[in-house]
């Protein structure tokens, strides 16, 4: 599944990034990942999304910062809220819960939240210098429990 690029911001050829950005104490992917994997083995989906929007929460302290990370937090996010959804369709078409799919996938996102905050690190010194990588380069992906 693809979001739409319609929502991303328009490109700009210069942003800038806020001076001290990269003082402030960076999130810990690994450590991110291990508390909404406990969330979801301790209540499956629906508490994955809860701390999926928690740990996005925090990041909305860097606003400028750590788009990748934000980007397959929100992923995650969708896949974990639409997983629920997706096995009551196969149940109602007679079918198997696509459950073990959705929770596949979830997981993919989780392992690569390190790799993504290590990319956004390596974006930084591009972006300081008002070189938008990364930051222009992800939509928004919505919570589907918003309107």
């Known amino acids: ?20 950005a990269s003082a402030r104490p960076a999130p810990r ?3 991110i990942g291990r508390r909404v994997s406990a969330a979801y083995r301790r209540r499956s989906f629906p508490a994955a999304a809860d701390a999926i929007e928690a740990e996005l ?10 788009a990748l990370l934000r ?3 929100e992923s995650a ?4 809220e639409l997983a629920p959804v ?7 078409h007679g079918l198997r819960s696509p459950e073990w799919l959705s929770s596949i996938l979830l997981r993919l996102h989780l392992w690569g ?4 905050a290590v990319l956004d690190r390596r974006a ?19 919570s589907t429990r918003r309107p």
Do not use: C, K, T
């Open 77 to 80: 996010r969708r896949v974990a």
């Open 113 to 116: 939240l390190v790799l993504a």
């Open 86 to 92: 997706h096995a009551a369709l196969a149940v109602e």
């Open 29 to 31: 992917p690994a450590a």
């Open 124 to 142: 930084r010194p591009l972006q300081a210098r008002g070189i938008a990588i990364l930051a222009q380069d992800l939509p928004p992906i919505p």
């Open 1 to 20: 599944m693809f979001v739409p690029m319609s929502g991303a911001a328009p490109f700009h050829p210069r942003h800038p990034v806020p001076r001290g």
């Open 57 to 66: 929460a925090a990041l909305a302290a860097y606003p400028e910062e750590y």
């Open 71 to 73: 980007h397959l937090l």
